[in-house]
């Protein structure tokens, strides 16, 4: 079973940028595609970013897209959230997980990792 670890989360100024990565355990990681998603105090959580298995195909929330960059390195079993032009709204902690197909497919998503806090100040 894989298991996901996310780190880079922090506070950071309006404008500013972060890079959140997920270190992925197990063998298979490479077999699937991964996402990011995030969730605000008193909001659901909500689609951020996904990307396929060989980093071929990637989509991104209509909310990031321009701004945030999903990529993987599966030599290292790693996803990485490039996150450029942070504004305050962008605020919640953000979560990667797994997806059981090679593409993404909406609302699969069966391993998620603990999250890590990102908070953008104005």
């Known amino acids: 079973q894989v298991q996901l670890a996310e780190s880079g989360g922090g506070l950071v100024q309006a404008g500013g940028s972060l890079r959140l990565s997920c270190a992925a355990s197990g063998r298979t990681f490479s077999n699937y595609a991964m996402g990011w998603f995030r969730q605000a105090p008193g909001k659901e959580r909500e689609f951020v970013a996904a990307i396929s298995w060989s980093g071929g195909s990637t989509r991104y929330a209509d909310s990031v897209k321009g701004r945030f960059t999903i990529s993987r390195d599966n030599a290292k079993n790693t996803v990485y959230l490039q996150m450029n032009s942070l504004k305050p709204e962008d605020t919640a902690v953000y979560y990667c997980?797994?997806?059981?197909?090679?593409?993404?497919?909406?609302?699969?998503?069966?391993?998620w990792g603990q999250g890590t806090q990102v908070t953008v100040s104005s």
């Open positions: 997980a797994r997806s059981p197909t090679p593409y993404y497919i909406p609302n699969t998503f069966v391993s």
